[in-house]
Each structure stands twice: as C-alpha cells, then as structure tokens.
C-alpha cells in the first residue's frame, strides 16, 4: 500500500526537523515516490484504473466471440496437418485432432453488428461498449504458465504482475485499502488452481502486491481484532506502540521508524475501512438485483459489485478470477454454468459503471489466460483442449472504441491471422490507457531495465482507442 | 521501503562513489556506464551487436578509432555521445538511455588519462593483497579493521564508538542462532569483565545447536527449499531430511567444499552414505509439474533451465540464466555455456513423474528413500547395541525395543538424485525452443571463458562441476569463496561488500572494498572452507562491534553505509520475528529437525489449491511452537506471516531478502493468533516472576524482549495502558477470558483473569515495537 501524500509530506518535514543530517541523495533514496511519479507523465491518461474479469482456466473462444462457419462445415473431419503440424499441443498429445464445429450458435448485436454466442445473452447487450479482440496469442499451453505470463510478461517466477505495476506506476488513490486487490470466486468445472504469485509484486517493494480480499472468513488476513478486544482497546494499544516508537525515534532516530508508525496507522484504518468496504448492506435493493448479488456469498456477481465500490474508492487494479472455465469435456454443460456465474454480472458491472460516470476512465478487460483448440476433445462429452494461437478477448472503458472487433483467427479458428495481438501487445496497451509508455517504464533489477512488456517488440494496440 | 531503497541506490551508486574516491578507477566509474549504456547493442551478444562493434573488450573499443586512448577529440566514442544529431547520438533517443553531464565528462576524463582498461572484476581470480596501513593503531583489532579503518580514514571519516554491550550480545545471539538472548546470558555477560569475555560467547553461540538453524534459514532462500512441487497443484512432496541435513552440516562445521560436493553429487561420491544421498536432494528441489497435459519434452527442459540459474546463482553469483535464449547482454555467457552447463544435470533420473505423479499428498517424485535423521540413527544404534546385551532383564528388553520402534517410526522420505547410466541428450535450443531439434549436441562444460573443469577421456559429471567450483588452486574456487565471502559479510553487516549477492556479473555492483573481499575470499579458501572459523573472524573485528547509531558526517557522507564506518541496524528477517516473539513467551520448542509442521493460519487461505483441494490443519501439539524455518513452505501460498515479513516463495534463488515495513506485517503482529498467544504466554511468565509490583513484571518483559530496561518515559506510558485495559477488563471479564484463551497453550486457573488480559495488552505493546523486531 502506499502511504497517502499526507503521509509523505509529513515525512519530509519530519525528516527535515528531527535534527538527522540526512544528504540530499540519502533523502531522495528513500523517499520513493519521488522516483515513482515519473511513470505517470508519458501520456495523456485515458483512463485512471483498470478491472480485469479473469476468466480462469481458458473460455473457447469458439464459443463465445469467434464465430467459425468452416470449422461447423469440417466438423468430425481430420485437422489439417498443415495448421497443427511443430505445434505444441496439451492433454490431445499423441492423439487423433479432429475438428470440432462450433457448439453454440451466433447472433449479431448492436450497431456494428458484433457477433455474440447464444452463451453470453447479457454480454450481448454490452456489443456497442466493448471492443472484442480476436488474434491474441499467448506463449504458455498449460494453466499455471500461461497465467504466469499473462500477468508479468514472462514465465520466470518473481515478476511483478500488471497489477503491481500499475500500482507502483500510478501509487494508489486510495487512503485506507490497497491499491492493488484481487477478487476470486468459483464454479464451473473443477476450479484452477491460482497461485498467488499471479498478483505477486515481485522484484517491486512489497506494498504493490495485491491483497486478496476474503469473502468469507477474515476479508484480509488479520484484519479482526483479537477475541477480548474492542476497537476502542486496539486504538489505545496503537497509539501506545505509536507512543513508545516516537520514543525510540527521539532516542536513536532511524527513517524505519517513522515507516512503521505510518504502517500501524494504515493498519489501523484498514481495520475498519474493509471490512465498511465488504459490508454491501448499504447497497440498494436494486443494486444487488442488477448483480444478482446476494451478500457473503462470494459469487462473482458480488465480486463485481465490489469491484465497482473499490473502483468508487480510488483502488488503482482490481483484479477477479473466475475459476471454472477449463472444459476439456461436457463444454455446452460447463459453459452455461460459468455463463450463468459470471454473465450478467458482467454486463451489470459495465453498466453501472457507466451509469456513475465511471466507465470513462476505468478499462475494463474480460478474457482468460488462452483460448480453445478448434480440435475435438472427449472428456466426458465434447470439448476442447487449451490452446495458444488465437484466442479472443474484450476491452471496455478508458478510451477504448466500443462496438468494433479487432484481428481475426484463420478460417478455423486455429492461428491468429490478421492483426495480431501478443500477450505483451495487451500490457502495453493498457499502459497507454494509463497514461504510461510500456518503453519507457522500467526498473533495474539484476542489471536490466525490467518492463512489463519484456524485451521484445511491443505495441500498444492505438486503433482500438478513441 | 528497503527494496524501493535498494532500487533507487542503483541509481545512486555511481554518483556517490565517485564522489568518494577521487582517481579514476575503470571498475568503479567507466565499466558500469558502459555497461548500462552501451553494452545491450554492442557487448557479448553476437546476434543483437551493432555496426559490428564490442564495447566489453579492449580490442573492441580500440578498433575504428571508437577510441583513442589519450585523445578525447579524435575518439569517435566522445563524437557520439557528445553530438546533439538524432541519427549520430549514442545512445540513440529511441533506446530510452541516456548519458548524465557527469559520465560524459567521467568518459571524457577517462580517455584523456590514456583509457585504462581492466577486466571485469569478478572474473579476475581473488589476489593476495597487503594489509593496509592506518593513522590509529589502537583501533584494529584485526585485518578486517585494518582495511575498514583505511578507507574511512582516507575519506576522514571516523567510525563510531562501539555499540553498549547489551545490544552487542543481542546482534551477536540474532546473527548466530536467529534468537535473542536469554536473560541468564545477558546477565552473565553484563557481568563478565574477563578480557576474553565476548570471545566467550562468541565460542558458545557458534557451539549452539541453533547456529546450524540459522545458517540452514539463509541456504534455504538460496537453494529454493520448499515442501511444494510448485507448479500447478502444488501438492507436497517429500524432502525435509535435506534441510535436516543442511542444519547438521552447518552445526557439524562441514567445509564448504564438502559442503557442495555432497548436494550437487553426493550420490556420485565414491561410498555415498546416507546422509550424501540426503544431500544430494539438493538437484531435486526446484518446481516441477505433472499437470494433466504437461510435455516432458518442454519441462525437462525447464527443469534443465531452472537447474543452471540455481547452480550459477548460488554459486557462482552468475546470472548464466540470462542466456537460455540468446547470449549474455551484458556477461561473456554464450548459449553455448548455458546448454553444456545444462548437460551436467542431464544425467538427474526424474522422469518417473510424468507418469506416476499423483494428486495425493504428498505426491510421488521417484527416485525417494526413506530415511531416518542422523540423531535418530545414533539413537538407534544406542538402542540396539543395548539389545544385543543378553543378559538384561525382559522388562528392560521390552522397553528398548518399544523405544526402537518409536525411532523406526520417524523414518520420512526423501527425494535424492540417482545417476541414469545414459544421461539424456542435451541439445543447444535455439531461442530457448524446446521444440527446435537442430541444436547441436553438447558435453557437460563449464562456461568457455572460464576455463575447463580439466577431465579428459570421459564424461564430466556433476562431482566435476563441484570440484571445479570449489577447488581452491584454481581462479574459479578462488571465485566461489569471494561470493561467499561476500554474503557470509552480508549476514553480519547488513550489506555485502558488493552490494549485489546474486550478481557478480557486468550489471552487478562494484565493491566498495574490492581488496577486503579478495582477502575474504582467500582467507576463506587457506582456512580450507572453514566456515566457522571464517564467521568468527568476521565477529571478532571492531568493525562488527560498532554502534548501529550513525553519526551526521557518516550520514551526509555515507548515508548508506558502503564504507562500514556504523553496524547496520534493520528489520529481521520473519523467522526471527516469530522464533523470537515465541521465546520470549517461553513457548518456543527448540528441538532441531523433524518433518515441516503447521502453525495457525487464517481459514481458507488454501482455497485456490486443487488436485487435491487442501484443507489446513494446524498441529495441535507443541510443534505449533516450532521455529520458523521448520514450518511448511507452501510455494504457491506461503504461510501470510511468513509473507508479510518478506521471506520468498522460494521459487528462484533468492541471495538477499527485501526488508519492508506495511501495514500487512502491522496487522500480521498486531493480530495473528501466534503473536496473541505469544503476548498471553509472556504475560502468564511476567505475572509468575519472582516480584509483584508492577515495575519490576515490566522491567522483566522488556529484559526478554528488548535486552534492557524500561525508560520512565516507556514505564508511564504502559502503566498508562495497563491501567485502562484492567478497567476495561473489570468491568467486562468475559472479554478478559477471552483474550487470554487465544491459542492452544493451557490456561492455568490459579491467575486472576483480569490481570492476566491486561498485561497481555502490555505485552502486545512490546512484541510489537520497531526495536524489538529489529537487529541493531
């Protein structure tokens, strides 16, 4: 978390009375966010926050937003050597690829007539807000990898993930939460398993990581007062530890000491502001039923709703996982479920967003860590195997151009073949929504000038933009 | 805070030390703008080099008259970084790099002095260096201080005074056995004034079993120890006889070499025992995955990859991993390097799990033993020997042979590593491609530029690649022993004398005491990989006896302590915070070894495991009391206090921890039931002293935490606390009991509840104070 400006500028004037000699560069090497405002001045900033609807364990985009009339006419035929022939392929291994039509049926919605399965009716009025991507690749086939790379950049552990990175290039408007926060819920085939590297700050100080909120238990880890112990005796106990650290500081000062004041006093507050924050009893009626949100339950449609009071908040990256989504088998079975878990509240989130004026400058981006192979796999009725070569995503808010698609796969929904756009292209446009220069923002870290989008070519995707 | 420091001393580093020392030094002040300005387009990388010209070599920036030494105006290298022209300046705009004012005019200063040029300090093997010289003698107590007390003396620094002895013994205790010390030590020290009296202790704390658990906590981070696969569903697997083996070697005061040798081959050690097939668990402790789909083809090359960044990082403070695709950027690693030092693990017999890696708990990672501790093997021969005895009595009998039967029922299962008699094929993949089989076959080798580990007519092996590593004639022992020199001085001072422990490459931090390290380095080597011997020398120095307080001209002047002229004062590391919370509660259990155990840990916080879906259950029985460095290690949900305080997944090497300081370790003191209990714990043992007044139960509560007494100051305030919690607790005693419930420990009936929950509030205050969590 990051400390607030007060904080900040108080620490500069204690800094500066408390009679320790400091050097300039002593000061300026500690007071870190100096160093980390400089990422926000790039560009104009389109937007100022981001949520990201992660829909775990790979939704088809076959299903969903890539419709493949060919792949219908070849469907029970042999997969053509020529598209699968040195690739990498998952669990299908060995096995006979055989192409498997698409198992949903497609409808045309909004002005520019955006093609929505029959999976996704309430996503389906979102046609004219969102802009659906469909030539994304990814380099990771399998769960844990691939949603390694989608959020650094690379599968090397000890990364910062996009939302660490967003938190330490904007800081965090927030006073009392964290600027960085992860929302998970399931349902759907067996959930994927999420490690919690995925929102891990890596090689940046500690207070980007995301912190999880709970939906049942403790929201945040020990965020409850012990038993036997009102708020009142906490606070007396705070300030006394406050009391006695200020003691120590006149005694043998030492800048930790006033970050460990500041943090006790963040701690303190967060005490009370998340769980006020969890607490959707002073949500309207209607709002819960434009979710379907019922309170406690830990559903992604009260994920959503959370997610609108954080982004209310000023909380820079919210980040929700769904985690049912990986249908080797029975997909018509499992994509109703998800769909009926995560649809409308998707489109609720959208809406309600717009609804507040919020929609302008938050970017909203739906999609999973890949795509589906256009292949046939069997694991108890039809489905699909993971696949890395084109797969489909969308975009919403932030200055991004509603009603439109962007790229396309082949023919069969196998490689993306026009207008490609590369996990580490996806980064760098949300940083320029941001506001930031993916080339420009980077830390050294073991000699090289780490960046989000890596060392590779990237580009930030501007035709989708206002 | 302290990484984002770290980041931003980066920055720093050249300015101050040029500053510092006033003659141009090539290391120091030119190699490292070069590095970071130059050498992506035109250093080792064939590929990616531009106009065909190297800037790494000395031939490389004489030729074309890039440079000419002595002669700035003619030297195409200052016509480039000087010109304003966007198609001629170096760097050029696009690539987000630029010169300040003050490295050109260092690059302009160099090539008019005649552009020295040295090698790349890392790879010169350590030289013997004299011990210098200083103005006040009394002040050495040996070499260390000589070369401390130079430098400092060359800037007209003088170091501050030694730290008092109280918070002298309590540095010492944390640094050598990660506790504080116990009052019964503090007071005999307090009182010791034989001459040798802190050579005393220092001899105790090194003979301490607990010296072992706290060197194991740091080779732990370096070698990746956990009980997880990593990948995926994270199931558990089996392998705390390693670290079991670690703290033994440690206590044992195993020579590094043989250190080495026994982890990265011991099962190729001519009669490996045991305890070097334990060892060599160290080759099986990385990640890995039978995710359903998962190629074996692309993971053992993972598994390869992730090899060569372990053993180059722990040992050799290189960063080979980097050139897993391309050759090294900045390092004279080709990709060539990366595969033939890949090809000495090629031989590692693991691919049974592809197939037989269940989601059970723990899951199945051929080749495994099961084993039995070396404590528990010495006890068992006891027990046996006693048996043989014919003669004695059948209760006695009986009893002996329960209590074999007790022993044999600790054995655990290990992972070890067993040689293939064919080792796999290793390819060069280009790009880092699993799937490109045009790669050229290579032999086990050690980096080209490095030499050879000196075999002939047969395979290398892994016993090779540790010999080498570790043979002390030869640069790259020498070199081994200087990246160790350097963390075994980061762990007693704070910071290495190179600032970057994992990076001893040409992005790596320059020495601020080059000559001291090398004389670490050599001395580490002729002490015959004496590791206790060398920490010792390291604790006996002045150097390591001063006072943490800086004095205002060491801080304008050095305000980050690169020149050592101040002890290093900074948050402990998180096993310490809980080891150290526990003991001073007197609930600590400080057996040493065992299987990993399961401390309190907030409900549903492995929700998000599956294969299986995990349910916690903490222990019920004194191992919830053990140290930190015994608790599971859950890679992808590593326990949150654990994580709060900045200890890693271990997933990649890790040479040094941040040290931050948020508001989740706030909360994490503040109200995680092992610190509750731990406050009710230490209140129960301040209200059963010897003594009723309120003075002297907190008098005694700050002995145990902080090693000194209470200020009045310090008194009143938690007097002032004190009062209102018993009030408070008068006046609801329900909520009393309900506090000093926390936790499974006992409750004992004959105290009187209310008091009890309010010193459990002053005892809260002092296990959550900046001093007491902090290492002076």
Known sequence: ?466 | MARSSAIFLIFLSATTLACLGAELDFNRDIRPILSNNCIFCHGPDEEERKAGLRLDTREGILQDNVVIPGDTDNSLLIKRIDSNDPDEQMPPPESAKALTAEERALLHQWIAEGAAWEDHWAYVAPKPVPVPEVKRKDWPLGAVDHFILARLEEEALPPVAEADRATLLRRLSFDLTGLPPSVELLDRFLQDSRPDAYEQVVDELLGSEHFGERMAMYWLDLVRYADTVGYHGDQDHQISPYRDWVIDAFNENMPFDAFTKAQLAGDLLPEATVDDKIASGYNRLLQTSHEGGVQPKEYLAIYAADRVRNVSAVWMGGTLGCAQCHDHKYDPYTLQDFYTMAAFFADIDEEQHFKDGTNDLPTRRAPEIDVLSRRDREALARVEKALEDGAIAPDKRARLAQRRDAILANKRRTMITVAKKTPRVTRVLPRGNWLDDSGEIVAPAVPAFMGTVGVKGRRPTRLDLAHWLTDGSRDSGKQTARVFANRFWYLLFGRGLSASLEDFGGQGSVPDHPELLDYLALAFVDDDWDVKAFLKDLVMSRTYRLSSQATPALLEKDPDNRLFGRQARHRMPAEMIRDAALDMAGLLDKHIGGASVKPYQPEGYYRHLNFPQRRYHHHEDARQWRRGLYVHWQRQFLHPMLRAFDAPSREECSAERPRSNTPTAALTLLNDPTFVEAARALAERLLRGDRQEFEARLAQGFRLALSRGPTTVEEDLLRTLYQHEQEHYQKHPQDARALIQTGQAAVADDLDPVEWAAWTAVARALLNLDETITRH
């Open chain 1, 1 to 466: 978390m990051n400390l607030s400006l007060a904080d900040t500028l108080n620490r500069r004037a204690f800094l500066a009375h408390s009679g320790v000699g400091l050097g300039a560069a002593a000061l300026s090497s500690m007071l870190h966010r100096d160093a980390v405002g400089k990422a926000v001045s790039h560009l104009a900033p389109r937007a100022k926050r981001v949520i990201f609807l992660c829909m775990a364990g790979g939704p088809s985009h076959l299903e969903t937003f890539d419709y493949k009339p060919e792949l219908a006419r070849q469907h029970g035929k042999p997969m053509p050597d020529s598209f699968t022939k040195g690739q990498p392929i998952a669990q299908l291994q060995g096995k006979p690829l055989t192409c498997q039509g698409p198992m949903a049926s497609f409808r045309r919605y909004g002005q520019a007539g955006l093609e929505v399965s029959d999976y996704l009716p309430w996503q389906a009025k979102l046609a004219d807000d969102i802009c659906v991507v469909k030539s994304l690749v990814t380099e990771q086939i399998n769960h844990d990898p691939a949603h390694t790379f989608m959020n650094t950049g690379t599968v090397i552990s000890g990364r910062p993930s996009m939302g660490a990175w967003v938190n330490y290039g904007l800081g965090s408007a927030a006073d009392d939460l964290p600027g960085f926060v992860v929302l998970t819920s399931v349902g759907g085939r067996n959930p994927q398993p999420i490690a919690s590297r995925q929102w891990s700050a890596g090689f940046l100080p500690s207070r980007f990581q995301g912190v999880e909120f709970n939906a049942s238990g403790d929201p945040v880890h020990y965020v409850r007062n012990p038993k036997g112990v009102t708020t009142p005796q906490q606070r007396r106990l705070v300030d006394t530890i406050q009391a006695l650290n200020r003691e120590r500081f006149a005694a043998a000062p030492h800048p930790e000491i006033e970050t460990r004041i500041a943090a006790y006093e963040m701690a303190f507050r967060m005490q009370a502001s998340v769980p006020e924050l969890m607490d959707l009893s002073d949500e309207p009626a209607s709002a819960l039923e434009l979710y379907g949100a019922t309170p406690g339950d830990g559903s992604f449609a009260s994920n959503c709703l959370l997610a609108r009071r954080l982004a209310e908040r000023g909380v820079r990256f919210i980040h929700l996982y769904h985690r049912g989504w990986d249908h080797h088998g029975d997909l018509d079975r499992y994509m109703k479920i998800c769909a009926g878990h995560t649809d409308r509240a998707t489109w609720a989130l959208v809406t309600d967003l717009k609804a507040r004026g919020l929609l302008d400058d938050t970017l909203v981006i739906w999609g999973g860590e890949f795509g589906r192979t256009p292949m046939f796999q069997g694991k108890g009725g039809p489905g699909r195997d993971h696949h890395i070569k084109g797969f489909s995503m969308w975009l919403a808010g932030g200055g991004v151009r509603g009603g439109q698609s962007y790229g396309n796969t082949d023919e069969l929904g196998y490689h993306a073949a026009e207008n490609v756009v590369h996990v580490r292209d996806l980064h760098a446009t949300m940083l320029r929504v941001l506001g930031i220069d993916h080339h420009r923002f980077s830390v050294p870290f073991q000699g090289l000038d780490m960046r989000l989008t890596g060392v590779e070519q990237a580009r930030a995707v501007t035709d989708i933009l206002l």
